[in-house]
């Protein structure tokens, strides 16, 4: 596919997801640009040793995308959107603001549909996510890898996980509407550089990351049993199925992304710790919430349909990623 002639629009594109998409497209020629309203994406997301790698005077827009006007005049002219935003989080903030999650990610996923059908812009992409799956699959140790269509009859444990699955079901029905070519990948949990380390938003990973590079000032504390389980995916592994689903998985319904084996908590603590060189004790507490038991992914649509397959181990993933918050935090502190 000749991405250089192509006009795309990443929502979400200063998130941890949407920036390294960024940075791979403009690779391969593509004229991108990016609307983010910076809930909790950055603008250095989208820099290099603090140089833009995107022009932020034309190419990048601080929008909301709850305003539908914006998301009509937004997709005007682009031959495709790669739609990321949406209110993500760790899982306290999630269960901590179930309502204004999930009437959020609904306004945001309607209002960009509708703009891009409204726009005429042929090829839509939409991401949805893991926590989709119902809450009894995932309640036991060890469920046999998911399969797409496991995620119904649904029952999602949290108000993220239904908003998530209620932008799945718009994206089908747009796509069936048969005006626009859409594209929708499931992920399972995304980690890597480029992600959200503050308390309040962080996701498990950078948050381990963060309490290990701060530790002692900050208690290397595990929150739940670490007996819970994900299937972890490395976001240069998104990102490629994010190419190959414009490219070759347009119209194939829901493709899950996320490798048939998950890692407990504990293992990734033990990661993060390995991945510091430093002794650092840890401390787990129970009083915060741990969600789902376990998941994985039965990916087997992805390799027949993308020619997907993960790339990066969750070792190596986790040492990435320390090695980018250290700079990061290094660089903030300095
Ligand atoms: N990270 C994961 O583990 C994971 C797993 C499954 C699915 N996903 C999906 O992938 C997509 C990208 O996730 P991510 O991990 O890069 O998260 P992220 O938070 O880094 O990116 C989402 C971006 O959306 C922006 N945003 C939020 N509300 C907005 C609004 N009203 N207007 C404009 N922008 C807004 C945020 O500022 C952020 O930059 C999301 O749709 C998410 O649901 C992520």
Same mark, same amino acid.
């Given at each position: 596919m000749n991405w250089s002639s192509l006009d795309v629009l990443i929502t979400g594109g200063a998130g941890q997801i949407g920036s390294n998409l960024a940075k791979a497209l403009l690779k391969l020629g593509a004229d991108v640009s990016v609307a983010d309203n910076l809930w909790r994406g950055k603008? @250095?997301? &989208? %820099? !290099?040793q603090g140089k833009p790698f995107i022009d932020f005077d034309t190419r990048f827009f601080e929008v909301d995308l709850t305003d539908a006007d914006a998301c009509q005049r937004l997709c #005007?002219?682009? !031959? &495709?959107v790669i739609h990321l935003a949406d209110v993500v989080a760790g899982i306290n903030f999630v269960f901590g603001n179930q309502l204004f999650v999930f009437n959020q990610n609904q306004l945001i996923d309607n209002n960009m549909i509708r703009g891009a059908l409204q726009a005429g812009v042929a090829r839509y992409v939409y991401v949805g996510s #893991? %926590? @989709?799956?119902?809450a009894e699959k995932q309640a036991v140790l060890n469920p046999p890898p998911f399969r797409e269509d496991d995620v119904y009859p649904a029952s999602p444990e949290s108000a993220y996980g239904w908003s998530k699955l209620m932008g799945e079901y718009l994206a089908q029905l747009a796509s069936e509407a048969g005006t626009i070519d859409v594209g929708v990948l499931r992920f399972h949990n995304v980690y890597g550089p480029r992600c959200e380390m503050d308390p309040e938003k962080s996701q498990v990973i950078p948050a381990l990351i963060r309490k290990a590079i701060r530790y002692p000032d900050e208690e290397f504390v595990v929150w739940g049993s670490g007996a819970q389980r994900r299937a972890f995916v490395y976001v240069d592994d998104a990102v490629d199925a994010l190419i190959r689903v414009v490219e070759r998985g347009l119209g194939a319904g829901v493709i899950q992304i996320g490798p048939d084996t998950s890692t407990s908590i504990r293992e990734i603590a033990e990661q993060v710790v390995a991945a510091s060189a430093r002794t650092i004790p840890m401390r787990f507490d129970t009083t915060k919430p741990e969600g789902d038991v376990d998941r994985a992914a039965d990916w087997s649509k992805a390799r027949d349909v993308l020619g997907w397959h993960p790339t990066v181990d969750i070792a190596e993933g986790i040492r990435r990623t320390y090695a980018w918050c250290a700079r990061e935090l290094a660089a903030a502190t300095a």
């Open positions: 603008k @250095s997301n &989208l %820099c !290099d #005007a002219g682009r !031959d &495709l #893991a %926590c @989709s799956y119902p």
